[in-house]
């Protein structure tokens, strides 16, 4: 086989064009693995990759797809054996390295994460970049302190990817979980993954000319960015923390000092993209294991095939998702 079904986005002979494509295999790039994509996840990133003017994809035109799990059909690295189920995300995959919408993907061996033991392809992706950012969140807060018992936890743009993988897992680790949304219809579903309370979106955004508010989270998960990361700041609690990952609602931060030095609050970066490959292995064994999203039933889960991708990415990039829609490029 020398082409495979693949969804391209880039620039043709007839402008911007986004759409299911016979995509040489040979074209898929350097790297020593050879990957049968069993399953993709739909993220943000992805679609902006996927827009003229999202200014994320680094090839025109690219094979998006920034997540992906499948098995190993051809490799030249012995850690990476055929046969083997693995995982790869974020470095330069569905950005500047054809990714996961497509029936194979060729990676470096050194982006692979083994398959941990509890997880398969399908239930690795609906983790996937999401829920691996938010156990990045979740080990971030408590490595700097947050414990069960401590008080409210925000998470912030809840029903999305992040926030809704953040809500399960903190809830799973005994945390009392306050989920901000600007979809109160999904306020019953955000429940059931363990919110002890909901609020709307208008809260957790507003503007305020005072520069310290009255102290209410005992820690945060912030995926929304601009006004919200603002209003968080104004509102941690004395010691407390943010991770912040996001940016939905904006890449502006329009803060004062004043947290930082009069309550000792702490901004904590997420990057799941560059993590070192050793840390993200271990991060995915503890997914496996004691980070295991117990609760991942209660995620609604679609599945599609590469026909139905741009609705969903329309829908990603318009905050419309909820929960997760996976990618099955063998449908
Ligand atoms: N730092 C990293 O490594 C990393 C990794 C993954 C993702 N991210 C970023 O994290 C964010 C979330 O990613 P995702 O994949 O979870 O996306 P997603 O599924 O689209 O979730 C984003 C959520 O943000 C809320 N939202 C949307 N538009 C908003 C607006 N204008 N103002 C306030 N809230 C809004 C919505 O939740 P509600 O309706 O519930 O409010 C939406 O579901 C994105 O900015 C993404 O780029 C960063």
Not at 216 to 244: E, K, M, N
């Amino acid at each position: 086989m020398t082409t495979m079904r693949a969804f391209t986005a880039g620039h043709g002979d007839t402008g911007y064009t986004r759409g299911v494509v016979q995509f040489p295999i040979d074209q898929l790039g350097d790297g020593e693995v050879l990957v049968r994509v069993h399953h993709s996840g739909i993220n943000y990133k992805d679609g902006l990759a996927t827009t003229e003017q999202g200014r994320v994809a680094r090839l025109d035109p690219i094979v998006p797809g920034i997540d992906l799990a499948g098995d190993v059909v051809e490799s030249t690295d012995p850690a990476v054996p055929v046969g083997a189920m693995v995982i790869a995300h974020g470095y330069d995959l569905g950005v500047a390295h054809h990714g996961g919408y497509g029936e194979f993907a060729r990676v470096r061996a050194e982006w692979v994460v083994p398959m941990p033991a509890g997880l398969d392809t399908r239930t690795a992706m609906l983790v996937g970049t999401a829920g691996y950012t938010a156990v990045l969140s979740v080990a971030a807060l408590e490595g700097a302190g947050l414990v069960p018992g401590a008080g409210p936890v925000l998470v912030t743009g809840a029903t999305g990817g992040v926030g809704s993988m953040a809500v399960g897992m903190l809830a799973a680790r005994g945390h009392e979980v306050v989920a901000s949304t600007g979809k109160p219809a999904e306020s019953d579903w955000l429940r059931r993954l363990g919110a002890s309370d909901v609020i709307d979106r208008s809260e957790t955004a507003a503007e305020s000319a005072r520069p310290l508010e009255r102290e209410r989270w005992a820690g945060a998960v912030d995926c929304v960015g601009g006004a919200t990361l603002s209003h968080i700041l104004r509102t941690l609690r004395y010691g407390a923390s943010v991770a912040a990952s996001g940016l939905t609602g904006g890449t502006g931060l329009d803060a004062t000092v004043l947290p930082f030095i009069l309550r000792g609050v702490n901004l904590l970066g997420i990057d799941s993209v560059q993590t070192p490959i050793e840390v993200r292995r271990a991060m995915w064994q503890r997914i496996g294991s004691d980070l295991k999203p117990t609760w991942l039933d209660s995620i609604d889960a679609t599945v599609i095939g590469l026909d139905a991708l741009p609705a969903e990415l329309d829908r990603i990039l318009a905050g419309g998702m909820t929960g997760r829609v996976l990618v099955d490029p063998r449908t």
